[in-house]
């Protein structure tokens, strides 16, 4: 079973403000939904409200929420962590993708991070935890100094 995290962050590891985006960069959604098609996707409740148009689709949708008496269309909810480990694809990816404490608790069972760093800092009210960079083998994908605020697209691998 493979656990992989895609998350847009800031330099000071922002990673939302509002319930919302920082930004919107140019390909960065693109490069979401080409990564995560067809894969499940795991998310907080935040997270899953934020989506302006309810569950991703082809993607198998599973999110975490204390409240289970919850009902969205095309969703899986579950109560921890651990429920969603369990009930999650063991011949596919499965992405972890916000917010910021789903993030900080799956961070132990992730072996690879697809990661938007975005060179600039916000002021934000949700962050991304901090990684100890002697844990990850790093490649930069691509760079982008097109546009502002400047971005990378960089895949961390775990030792």
Known sequence: MSFSII?????????GKDNDLLCHLPGDLKRFKQITSGNTVIMGRKTFLSLPNGALPNRRNIVISR??????????????IGEAIKICDADKENFI????????????????????KIHAVFDG??????????DWNVEIEAENTEHEPNFSYINLTKK
């Open 7 to 15: 998350a847009a962050v800031a330099e000071n590891y922002a990673i």
């Open 97 to 116: 993708i916000g917010g910021g404490e789903i993030y900080k608790q799956f961070l132990p069972f992730v072996d690879k991070i697809y990661l938007t």
């Open 67 to 80: 409240s289970q008496n919850l009902n969205f269309k095309n969703v899986e909810i579950v109560a921890s």
């Open 125 to 134: 009210d949700t962050f991304f935890p901090e990684l100890n960079c002697d």
